[in-house]
């Protein structure tokens, strides 16, 4: 079985500081990983994926995740947050080869002037 | 229109109505899903249409009753709803149906039952 969770339900960070949103997995087969983003009255944007290459991943907005198997932890990090980084963030699971998709609760990150 | 869309973006509806969401992408994809999204809890996911068949359905009331009449359309069709179902009903489009793909995600409906 898959599960996921997210460590922080709320974030708050000053502009041009660094962002950490932290996420743990749980997953009985090799696990593919992924954080999207969801800003107010938008759909979720996928800011970045891992599926067994490289273990630390490269997103879009500068954001990205080091993959950590022996502490089933996938954190999304960012060196400097801007204002427009303020939104959810979603860590989500699935396996390949099955349907299932799990959500995390989600982190709000609040991005101070 | 690029991307996925979704209408009506915001719905109120009585307990006693019939109503439908409708989804569309425009990506080319071939596998579609419904996600559920409540105040304080996590997305679920309700359905997945794969190449037009529904490959999952994650136990979800006979209220709520999808259909894939095509591989760029998604319909959610809507009856006799309990005022917890309201929420935000999200749509999203991949290329294949397995684990491991990029889901592409609409703007959502925000759905309110009176």
């Known amino acids: 079985a898959q599960s996921v969770t997210q460590l922080d339900s709320h974030v708050s960070v000053s502009e041009g500081t660094p962002v950490l949103l932290r996420c743990n997995y749980s997953?009985?087969?090799?696990?593919?990983l992924f954080w999207y983003v969801q800003h107010p009255n938008k759909g979720l944007q996928l800011l970045l994926k891992?599926?067994?290459?490289?273990?630390l991943v490269k997103g879009i907005n500068g954001f990205e995740a080091e993959f950590k198997k022996s502490e089933t932890s996938f954190h999304l990090t960012k060196p400097s947050a801007h204002m427009s980084d303020a939104a959810e963030y979603f860590c989500?699971?699935?396996?390949?080869?099955?349907?299932?998709?799990?959500f995390g609760a989600g982190t709000r990150l609040f991005v101070k002037a | 229109e690029t991307g996925v869309t979704q209408t009506p973006r915001h719905l109120v509806m009585g307990m006693t109505n019939k109503k439908s969401l409708k989804c569309e992408q425009h990506?080319?994809?071939?596998?579609m899903y419904w996600y559920k999204q409540s105040a304080k809890k996590p997305l679920e996911l309700m359905f997945v249409y794969s190449l037009e068949e529904r490959v999952e359905n994650n136990s979800v009331p006979s209220r709520f009753s999808p259909e894939c009449p095509n591989s760029s359309h998604l319909f959610l069709h809507l009856h006799t709803l309990q005022p917890e179902d309201s929420a935000l009903y999200l749509c999203a489009s991949s290329q294949g149906a397995g684990g491991g793909r990029e889901q592409y995600f609409g703007p959502g409906t925000r759905l309110t039952v009176t």
């Open positions: 990506l080319g994809h071939n596998a």
């Open positions: 997953s009985s087969y090799s696990p593919s």
């Open positions: 989500v699971v699935s396996v390949t080869g099955g349907f299932k998709t799990i």
């Open positions: 891992y599926t067994s290459a490289a273990t």
